[in-house]
């Protein structure tokens, strides 16, 4: 069964600082996806990180994917207070889009 | 493009009542997903359609639990008998299966079971 866990599951920054919510799976996968999610909203898709060493960003965030190491990293940079939402990351299990979802990062960005 | 859309955005029932959640997929997407949505659970992969057809319905809880596709724009997903415990957001997503597209979610059907 493929576990997806992330962490933090909360974190709480000021403005201006660097961090970084971590993605761990269980089981071998080349496809990884984050999402954004606003309190009481839908998901919004972030990335989607396809092979070993991908890298993306977007504005004040990157993403990468370690595929021997099971592992996804989400970087804030300089964080602003619009930033704050849950993290998700999904493995795609099959191939197939069948995602399987971390437990999320709830991260607030306090002024 | 309008986006997924899902109805209705809230539902409140009474226990033992029948539930039906709707969702039309962006046009041009061959699949549809529905997730729950819990504190507890997190986010739950119920079931999935790929071309209309049910690829795989096994996080479907149980058989009070039922979905159908009856073409490639809309979808249902039925509770009967609903029970307090199937108070959950709702989420309805569409992708087109290619090369690793993304899945678009739409605003989630909040239902609350009493």
């Known amino acids: 069964e493929l576990k997806v866990e992330q962490n933090p599951l909360f974190l709480s920054m000021q403005e201006g600082k660097n961090y970084t919510i971590y993605c761990n799976y269980s089981?071998?996968?080349?496809?990884l996806y984050w999402y954004r999610q606003d309190p009481g909203k839908s998901l919004e898709s972030l990335f989607v990180?396809?092979?070993?060493?991908a890298v993306k960003q977007e504005g004040r965030l990157m993403a990468s994917l370690d595929t021997k190491a099971r592992l996804s990293t989400l970087h804030i940079t300089a964080a602003v207070h619009d930033l704050s939402a849950t993290y998700f990351c999904?493995?795609?299990?099959?191939?197939?889009?069948?995602?399987?979802f971390g437990q999320g990062t709830r991260l607030t960005i306090n002024p | 493009d309008a986006g997924v859309i899902q109805s209705p955005r809230h539902e409140v029932t009474e226990m033992g009542q029948e539930v039906t959640l709707r969702c039309k997929p962006i046009?041009?997407?061959?699949?549809l997903f529905w997730y729950r949505q819990t504190m507890m659970r997190g986010l739950e992969l119920l079931i999935y359609?790929?071309?209309?057809?049910?690829?795989?319905d096994s996080g479907m809880p149980e058989d009070r639990f039922s979905a159908k596709m009856p073409n490639a724009s809309f979808s249902t997903l039925k509770i009967q008998p609903s029970e307090p415990r199937d108070s959950a957001v709702y989420f309805c997503?569409?992708?087109?299966?290619?090369?690793?597209?993304?899945?678009?979610f739409g605003s989630g059907t909040q239902l609350s079971v009493l």
């Open positions: 089981t071998t996968s080349d496809r």
């Open positions: 999904a493995v795609d299990l099959q191939g197939a889009q069948k995602l399987v």
């Open positions: 046009s041009g997407h061959n699949s």
């Open positions: 990180l396809l092979s070993n060493g």
């Open positions: 359609f790929n071309n209309n057809v049910p690829i795989d």
């Open positions: 997503a569409s992708s087109f299966t290619g090369a690793a597209e993304k899945l678009f």
